[in-house]
């Protein structure tokens, strides 16, 4: 079942930028930060309260988070939905006519995104166990 948002995605110029910022209005805590080079990006989470971001920094020319900056600039990427039961909820998704575009695993997590044409327009990641 899905149980909550995990965290939102955001495409960033600069991660340490960004918590500059964020730390002006409110105040983050850098929970983990890591180098995703096959996906062309540095990601970094943050918390302020009891929510979350994960700050997505261009990393080289190729991949995902390079391809959305050239094309759009710093912005909202996706929504992370915690799940308890992944395999049910990918079922539950394909059932309801959404495309699955990737599931991989990280860390012992594992993840699957949604193409957002078949998802009302919005990029969901689904993350669990």
Known sequence: MITGINHIGLVVKSIDETISFLNKIMDVEE?????????????????????????????????????????????????????????????KFRDAGVKIISISEL????YAFTHPKTSGGILYEIAGK
Not at 48 to 75: A, I, N
Not at 107 to 110: Q, S, Y
């Open 31 to 91: 929970l983990v930060r890591q180098e995703l080079k096959p996906m062309g990006q540095i990601s970094c989470e943050v918390q302020f309260g009891d929510s979350r971001y994960e700050l997505m920094e261009p990393y080289g020319d190729k991949g995902v988070v390079p391809d959305f900056f050239s094309r759009t600039g710093s912005g909202f990427h996706h929504i992370s939905l915690k799940s308890d039961n992944f395999d049910e909820d990918i079922k």
């Open 107 to 110: 860390n012992g997590t594992r």
